[in-house]
């Protein structure tokens, strides 16, 4: 018992032991209420960080007293905080300097006894209607969250002529906006949100017999950029899941595309359009000023397209085809198409202000199925590149060419053709970010 | 003993973690307009977590005796109006007075009863009785509040705030921006349903439904099927339809992923009612719904990149409403029927607060 006693006492002595140390080594909220300065900024910090991003802002606070704080909704904003505090007798002293996109405050602030409501002013009370007034005094130092551009020009498919010619041809409008505002940021860790990135491209081809348009459009449901460590614009990368939409669609003015018609020498014969409800992908740009750039998207999606094992078929030679590869009959209207599940991967590079050079150059590469029980499938591969020429700031003389290939397997049955497209036009960025994404 | 050192280092911070009851008194000082007597009634304040009573203006209680709401009838921005003062519960420092005025307007329920909530919000407790921000940071945690006219002052070597004003921009109510929404959906729907009794011809072949309530059951009991109709028409006409339904939402202040169930839901709406004779189209749900919502967030944002790189006049306008009509409809509304009003905050000091006279009779 008495062995049995002293093992007793002896625990109790580690317990109140270890309970001083704890007592010792606890926070001073957990020993004493403590009014410190550093207490009060802190406090102070934290109701403007939660005010901020409930506003909208990405916040970062990783030095005590200074907060930094970005927002990228359809604009880039910057705005930074530092307070300072010191005790002076019975007052503290709290010195805030900020600066929001080129508008700098500062501003003194001495306190009497600082603490909370009940112990006369709080310092909460006196600073932050501060800080938050300063939300109002925007400075004039706007960095675009765009890049976009407009282009027109010449442009056309045909199966064996990789080269324009006279009168033969589209008219060629493109248009592309991309939103970014991310890439200003020089934080070494961002996590992106919901539209923080948006891309969309497309174009349209237009000539009396013939149009066809193209559009893509990317938008980033989450994601994280990342800066490598470096000098004033690092290295810099976007992994993220998007969300996005692509379609094809070529066709014959004043009549319904028939598949069966015989008039596709200077035409593509595939149409296709893509629901892509989640991509992840990969934006990679580096060197000075970020010149060159890549990425890589790919995915499974939902989507329609055409297959070439239902073209240049015939009424009566539709009989011995699977019913999915049957020429949609609907009404007087006969089509061809089929839904499917499929695998889009996009590859692309480019580097930009190469002297008075862009170039890019893409990949795109497409798996289509039938949802429906059928063995078959189409692959539509679209290797291309282009150059530009700054002819003056903002402007490029552009050329480019894409190779657009297509292999169909309907059960034994296979197919494939392929098309040269080349253009050539004027490409000019519009908007306040009119520039090329090297110039920031 | 060090055990009892440790109790008590811990105690007072269980203690100031109790839940503290307030009191809050409602005094309308025009009996003819008892603003605060019908929110009374209505049950307005049983959300709070304090002790509420409603008293005559003769028996008005002073500010230490707990949070006190007084409402006055006055004249605002040129119309009558009903002008409330709030002194928070004084704690033995500065006394807070929150003063503001709604105008006798149009919307002056709604607004009165937004002002209210906003200022009670960050007066009391929740009815989990904790409140995780500052007063100031509740109370601005939205772009439709802004803080204006910060006064401070040097007095006695020390730094003295007076006061400040919080513009309030009072946004539609929920359920307008909901009906709106709704509405735009239905018109849409409406013109659609025109084109498709002008174009009832080429619609025909799809109908396998009688018109009526056993058809709906057994559409219903079909379930729903993929299409042979036109390319264009399911894969760019759904998509631009799809576009006007997200936007009509995505106008009214609805974010993506709300203005998608929209898209979707105009999606059913068409497919069910719209197109009634019909089966309905699993593909037309999926690229109206979700390909109308990405196209029409690209829409949205193309809207959005031409007004902030374009002057304000008719052709920007113009542009916008080709790209995404909602956008400028809806905006023409906002603008028609928007309020605001202004939240003066000012603080008293003890010794000015003394000079008042803790029991402010009406």
């Known amino acids: 018992m008495k062995e049995r006693g002293g093992v007793h006492c002896g625990s109790a002595l580690r317990l109140a032991v270890a309970l001083t140390v704890v007592i010792l080594c606890a926070p001073p909220a957990l020993a004493a209420v403590d009014s410190a300065p550093e207490m009060q900024i802190e406090r102070v910090l934290a109701d403007y960080a939660r005010v901020l991003s409930t506003r909208g802002w990405k916040v970062f606070r990783d030095e005590p007293g200074a907060l930094r704080a970005y927002r990228l909704r359809n604009d880039y904003e910057e705005l930074r905080t530092v307070i300072n505090g010191s005790r002076d007798g019975d007052f503290e002293t709290y010195d805030i300097s900020m600066s929001y996109d080129g508008t700098e405050r500062e501003r003194s602030f001495r306190i009497r006894k600082a603490g909370s409501d009940t112990a006369g002013t709080d310092p909460l009370r006196v600073l932050l209607p501060y800080l938050l007034e300063a939300l109002e005094y925007r400075g004039p130092r706007r960095l675009s969250a765009y890049e976009a551009s407009v282009s027109a020009g010449y442009n056309r498919f045909h199966e064996f002529e990789p080269y324009p010619r006279?009168?033969?041809?589209?008219?060629?409008?493109?248009?592309?906006?991309?939103?970014?505002?991310?890439?200003?940021?020089?934080?070494?860790?961002?996590?992106?949100?919901?539209?923080?990135?948006?891309?969309?491209?497309?174009?349209?081809?237009?000539?009396?017999?013939?149009?066809?348009?193209?559009?893509?459009?990317?938008?980033?449901?989450?994601?994280?950029?990342?800066?490598?460590?470096g000098a004033d614009r690092p290295a810099r990368s976007v992994f993220g899941l998007f969300s996005g939409i692509e379609l094809f669609r070529p066709s014959l003015n004043f009549k319904e595309f028939m598949w069966s018609d015989g008039t596709y020498e200077d035409h593509p014969h595939i149409q296709y359009f893509l629901l892509k409800p989640f991509v992840p992908g990969v934006i990679h740009q580096w060197g000075r000023d970020r010149r060159y750039s890549l990425s890589a998207f790919g995915t499974a999606a939902l989507s329609v397209n055409s297959s070439l094992c239902a073209t240049h078929v015939t009424e009566a030679e539709e009989d011995d085809l699977s019913p999915i590869f049957r020429s949609k009959f609907y009404g007087n209207?006969?089509?061809?198409?089929?839904?499917?599940?499929?695998?889009?991967?996009?590859?692309?590079?480019?580097?930009?202000?190469?002297?008075?050079?862009?170039l890019k150059a893409s990949y795109r590469v497409y798996y289509f199925s039938p949802v429906e029980e059928e063995r078959a499938y189409d692959i539509l591969n679209v290797p291309g590149g282009s150059v530009g020429l700054y002819l003056v700031r903002g402007v490029l003389a552009t050329a480019g060419y894409e190779y657009w290939h297509v292999y169909s397997r309907l059960q034994e049955k296979t197919r494939q053709y392929s098309w040269h497209r080349v253009f050539f036009g004027l490409e000019c960025k519009i908007g306040k970010g009119a520039h090329s994404p090297g110039n920031g | 003993m060090l055990v009892t050192i440790a109790i008590a280092s811990t105690a007072p911070l269980k203690a100031a973690e109790r839940r503290e009851t307030v009191s809050l008194n409602l005094v309308d000082s025009d009996p003819a307009f008892p603003v605060l007597g019908n929110h009374y009634m209505n049950g307005f304040f049983e959300g709070y977590h304090a002790i509420v009573r409603y008293v005559r203006t003769a028996d008005t209680p002073g500010v230490d005796e707990g949070v006190l709401l007084i409402s006055k009838r006055i004249h605002c921005e040129g119309l009558y109006g009903v002008g409330f003062v709030l002194y928070p519960k004084n704690n033995g420092g500065l006394v807070s007075r929150v003063q503001w005025a709604v105008p006798d307007g149009r919307d002056f329920e709604r607004d009165s009863v937004e002002s209210l909530r906003g200022v009670l919000d960050v007066a009391l407790p929740s009815g989990s009785g904790e409140r995780k921000k500052s007063v100031l940071a509740y109370g601005l945690g939205s772009d439709d509040r802004r803080i204006t006219d910060l006064v401070y002052a040097e007095r006695d070597g020390e730094t003295v705030i007076q006061g400040y004003t919080v513009e309030v921009t009072v946004p539609p109510s929920s359920s307008a921006r909901f009906w709106r929404s709704f509405g735009g959906i239905v018109l849409l729907n409406g013109l659609g349903e025109i084109d498709y009794m002008i174009n009832i011809g080429t619609n025909t072949d799809d109908w396998k439904y009688p018109l009526s309530v056993a058809g709906f059951k057994r559409k219903l009991a079909d379930g729903m099927t993929l299409d042979a109709n036109n390319f264009t028409t399911n894969c760019v006409g759904h998509v631009y339809s799809g576009n006007l339904y997200y936007n009509a939402a995505r106008s009214n202040g609805y974010g993506f992923f709300r203005s998608m169930m929209f898209s979707i839901g105009g999606s059913l709406m068409w497919e069910y009612l719209g197109e009634f004779k019909e089966e309905a189209s699993l593909n037309d749900l999926f690229t109206t719904g979700i390909g109308g919502a990405l196209f029409g967030e690209a829409l949205h944002q193309t809207g959005l990149f031409v007004e902030k790189n374009m002057s304000p006049g008719f052709f920007r306008s113009a542009l916008v409403l080709v790209i995404d009509p909602f956008r400028v409809i809806n905006r023409a509304i906002d603008r028609s029927c928007s309020s605001s009003y202004k939240i003066n905050v000012s603080f008293v000091s003890p010794a000015q607060a003394a000079a008042e006279g803790l029991r402010r009779r009406q």
């Open chain 1, 166 to 229: 006279w009168r033969i041809g589209t008219l060629q409008l493109g248009f592309d906006l991309l939103s970014d505002p991310a890439r200003h940021l020089n934080e070494p860790r961002t996590v992106l949100s919901l539209g923080d990135y948006f891309h969309f491209q497309g174009y349209l081809n237009l000539s009396p017999e013939w149009k066809d348009v193209w559009y893509d459009f990317t938008l980033l449901l989450a994601g994280m950029q990342t800066l490598a460590p």
């Open chain 1, 333 to 358: 209207r006969r089509q061809n198409f089929y839904y499917s599940w499929s695998i889009p991967l996009a590859l692309s590079f480019a580097a930009d202000r190469i002297g008075p050079f862009r």
